[in-house]
């Protein structure tokens, strides 16, 4: 992580390690290129934990000596560092961190502050992304090591944001392996290494890969920055192609998307059971419709409930039938181990009959036609693109998480018409 600075020869540089624990990245740092080229480092280390901080303080006088400047431990918390710092117009060139992982639960003693602030993020690692990109000063790098997770999905949405209107995604390494970085923390996702710039973004983004911590086993390329940090609206997401090869074809004919030609769309289903609980029987009877969860779609076996589950029709719950019609499901929690990670399938008209209607749990993402169903060619289109490589290709490359968001879905391009379009072409 340290030398993927690049260096600043002859600066004095302000540094800053966020969350430092026991002080290993600031260690890094300062005997890195970054440091060694320049002519001073003033380094400040945030850290929560008192007691981590009194070990800190005992290799202050080492670390001085390296970085030829000063090097303070502040025990604090990092939020409200950030606020003071802030006040005082205090910035950095160099941050760098491996900002501790929770989510933000009720109980979070950095809720309240963070929301006080507006920083919307659903984990502790996103809120230290945010306030270390308003603490860069202009040229400013950091470089953190995250869980994938902020790559993609609208809890990320603002985060991301926020880094990619502000900064230049320069680097980004990713271990493939969703356990072997920090397998005591259980952080089980697939976790990145990312350099940022404070700066405009760069035409080219350097990615590298690594199965796990061995580095000897790493591959790297570089890439045009579209083939990796995309906008959509005024969303930013990341694609992380799986390998070089990968990385190389590129992500082309972005106008081709899958499921945006209206009335085509795809929605995540309405019915939460134990919300609507007294709504969801098991009996058949001509005025209740079926209610299609994730069973439905898993391969091979299925279960008890599968199919059999029905919602009563009522004014409450009116608005959650659809009428009935060819409709695809696709299973909202897709683990990486699991093949294919889109899982889909067809709902048909035929098969809905005699019922006046079906709804669909919030376990699944629906694609219909603007809540009515999709024709039989649309529908055995979709299918059939849902399935091809390509497409489970895209998903891994976009999807950071073990879900499926009805965003990454919208983002898939349609790989049947861009083959089309290239035998056009030829
Ligand atoms: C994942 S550890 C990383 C430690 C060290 N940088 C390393 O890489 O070994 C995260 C550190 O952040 C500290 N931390 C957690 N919440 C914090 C907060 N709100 N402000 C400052 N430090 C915090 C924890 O005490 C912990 O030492």
């Not at 919307?120 to 230290?128: D, E, K, M, Q, T």
């Not at 959509?232 to 190389?248: H, K, L, M």
Request: proline share 6%; charged share 25%.
């Amino acid at each position: 992580m340290a030398e993927m600075f690049d260096p600043r020869p002859g600066d004095n540089l302000r540094a800053l390690d966020a969350g430092a624990g026991a002080g290993a990245l600031t260690d890094a740092l300062l005997s890195s290129r970054l440091s060694q080229s320049a002519q001073q480092v003033n380094m400040l280390l945030a850290e929560v934990d008192e007691l981590l901080c009194d070990h800190l303080e005992d290799a202050v006088a080492d670390w001085e000596r390296l970085s030829r400047g000063s090097v303070k431990v502040l025990n604090a918390n990092f939020i409200s560092f950030a606020d003071q710092a802030k006040e005082d117009a205090t910035t950095f060139d160099a941050i760098i961190s491996n900002p501790p992982y929770a989510r933000i639960g009720k109980d979070t003693p950095e809720r309240h502050p963070l929301k006080a602030r507006y920083i919307r993020v659903p984990n502790l690692y996103g809120a230290f992304l945010w306030l270390s990109v308003e603490l860069l000063a202009p040229q400013g790098q950091l470089v953190a090591i995250v869980p994938r997770s902020f790559c993609s999905g609208p809890q990320f949405a603002e985060l991301r944001r926020k880094m990619f209107s502000q900064c230049s995604l320069r680097r980004l390494h990713l271990f493939q392996s969703r356990t072997m970085v920090f397998p005591e923390d259980r952080v089980l996702q697939e976790t990145v290494i990312l350099h940022l710039v404070r700066d405009t973004q760069a035409d080219n983004i350097e990615l590298s890969w690594s199965p796990g911590l061995d580095l000897q086993a790493t591959h790297a390329t570089t890439v045009p920055s579209d083939r990796v940090l995309q906008s959509q609206g005024n969303d930013y997401f990341i694609t992380i192609p799986a390998s070089p090869e990968a990385a190389r074809q590129t992500g082309r004919a972005a106008d081709h998307a899958l499921l945006l030609r209206s009335p085509v769309t795809a929605s995540t289903g309405s019915v939460v059971d134990f919300r609507m609980k007294d709504y969801i029987v098991e009996e058949v009877d001509t005025k209740n419709v079926p209610l299609i969860g994730s069973p439905f779609v898993s391969k091979g076996h299925r279960s008890r409930r599968d199919g059999r589950l029905y919602l009563k029709r009522t004014d409450k719950t009116q608005r959650h039938i659809f009428p009935i019609g060819n409709y695809i499901v696709v299973k909202r929690i897709a683990p990486k181990e699991s093949t294919p990670r889109l899982m889909a399938r067809l709902v048909t008209e035929q098969e809905l009959r005699p019922h006046s209607g079906v709804a669909f749990e919030n376990h699944v993402n629906v694609i219909h036609a603007g809540r009515k169903g999709l024709s039989a060619g649309q529908a055995q289109h979709i299918m059939t693109s849902l399935a091809h490589p390509a497409t489970q290709q895209q998903f891994e490359e976009r999807s950071g998480t073990t879900q499926v968001n009805v965003s990454d879905l919208l983002s898939l391009h349609d790989p049947l018409e861009i083959r089309n379009k290239e035998s056009h072409d030829d």
